[in-house]
């Protein structure tokens, strides 16, 4: 897992310290992101049967990806869009990047 220093003094930061702080410190110890977040409402990602929508709606259970790894891809997403770093253009693809 890639660490994650946060400036809890920052203005921005500091109205989520309470909560975000724990949370930093059981990535940091190793536990999937799910359980890191320290709510039953979160599980494991992993094939749904039916939609994610619809498995949240009926379930009440978040499915929830370990992303805590640093992406190596040339590629990176924000919402369900795929964009590419300009600066890594021209290096190999590393694989495919799932949004």
Not at 9 to 22: I, K, L, M, N, T
Not at 58 to 68: I, S
Not at 70 to 85: G, H
Request: hydrophobic residues 40%.
């Amino acid at each position: 897992m890639t660490r994650v220093d946060v400036d809890w003094a920052a203005p921005w930061f500091a109205p989520y310290r309470d909560v975000g702080e724990p949370v930093l410190a059981r990535l940091a110890a190793g536990l999937p992101v799910h359980e890191a977040l320290g709510h039953q409402c979160f599980e494991a990602a992993g094939p749904l049967s039916q939609g994610y929508e619809r498995h949240v709606a009926a379930t009440g259970r978040v499915p929830t990806r370990d992303n805590t790894q640093p992406n190596t891809s040339r590629e990176f997403c924000i919402d369900d869009r795929v964009f590419r770093e300009p600066r890594l253009a021209s290096a190999p693809a590393m694989g495919a990047v799932a949004c």
